[in-house]
DNA sequence: GTCTATATGCCGATAGAC
DNA sequence: GTCTATCGGCATATAGAC
């Protein structure tokens, strides 16, 4: 599952071939068919390896009292994952893009699944910040990870990555309680 | 051409075959082929119809005096197109993160440079409104238009759309000249 | 220039030996 | 449970009639 998800995010789901990647976890093809029924049923192994992921970053993040402090440390992992996001851009926004681009299976809905559970987390620090628009402010702040991902891969520059996270560091700085001067 | 880019835009580049784009411009397979000599070029067309797409709305939009009230009407235009962005997500967007994920023909760069324009364009305006960190801005003002248009097509919603439209409208009528209180 | 028929290659999936 | 050989389908690309 492992190799399901990095070749994937690497090469896209369309293009990448059984064979890809029973070569990146070293066994043979038809041994990939025992666990796995079909291609999709990869696919879907391959975002549940992404949720899970995800949920072992929330845990870790949520030990931190500070929500603010949270998401601070969120936004700053994001940075450390710029050279991959500059080749391949964001593995689960890349992933959801191209699933709902074709109506079958529903893994569609499964990839949105990955991108709702981190929108869920942000609104709930937020939220615990005491803002009233956290789903706004979630929105934002997730939607302006994916828009620097796009950009970073589009143009092949990581420092777009950079820049990008200064600014939302700065905005979580400055970000008060009450939403007056948002 | 405006099929190739219409259908690829609905089922991306690697899923949509060269049938699908005769079926849709009402052709026959073979008579794709004696205009593009393969899939890429035919690619490469669509991607020169989104190029030749935006440099007309540029072109309209510099028709006005106010280079704020351009990206006024930039960002409005958006909001039209929130269905289509909710279902497909944006265009050059999608087509370029599919594509930078397999190295050949330098299909990449191309979609790659379709992005850039849009961003040299909106950095003009910042810049024509006085700002010397016209570059970060345009690359937040894109990314912000990236990062809706995944999240409204992930979570299959374009009242994402709806909201951070609104949010970039009164952000940008409070730009002020001097980068002091941004 | 337009269109049909077909060759070629690749990939998902399976059969079946071990 | 592991692995090899192969089938069947589909899409790109071409050959060649009109």
Redesign the pocket.
């Known amino acids: 599952m492992e190799a399901a998800a990095r070749v994937v995010h690497e090469q896209g789901a369309g ?6 990647i029973a070569r990146a976890a070293n ?5 990939v ?3 796995f ?4 049923e ?1 696919v879907g192994a391959a975002i549940s390896e992404q949720a899970r992921g995800f949920r072992e970053l929330a845990a870790e993040l949520d030990r931190l009292d500070d929500p603010r402090e949270r998401l601070l440390r969120l936004v700053d992992g994001w940075l450390g994952q710029k050279e991959r996001a500059a080749r391949y851009g964001c593995p689960t926004g890349t992933l959801a893009a191209e699933l709902d681009k074709r109506d079958e299976g529903g893994l569609d809905v499964e990839a949105g699944r990955v991108i709702r559970l981190l929108l869920d987390w942000v609104e709930a620090q937020f939220d615990a910040m005491g803002r009233p628009d956290a789903a706004d402010l979630a929105v934002t702040l997730v939607g302006a990870y994916q828009g620097m991902s796009v950009l970073a891969n589009a143009l092949r520059d990581p420092e777009i990555m950079t820049r990008e996270v200064r600014r939302l560091t700065a905005w979580l700085k400055e970000l008060e309680p009450s939403p007056g001067s948002a």
Do not use: S
Request: hydrophobic share 25%; glycine share 6%; aromatic share 16%.
């Open positions: 293009r990448t071939t059984i064979a890809d066994v043979p093809v038809g041994n068919y025992y666990y029924k079909t291609k999709d990869l």
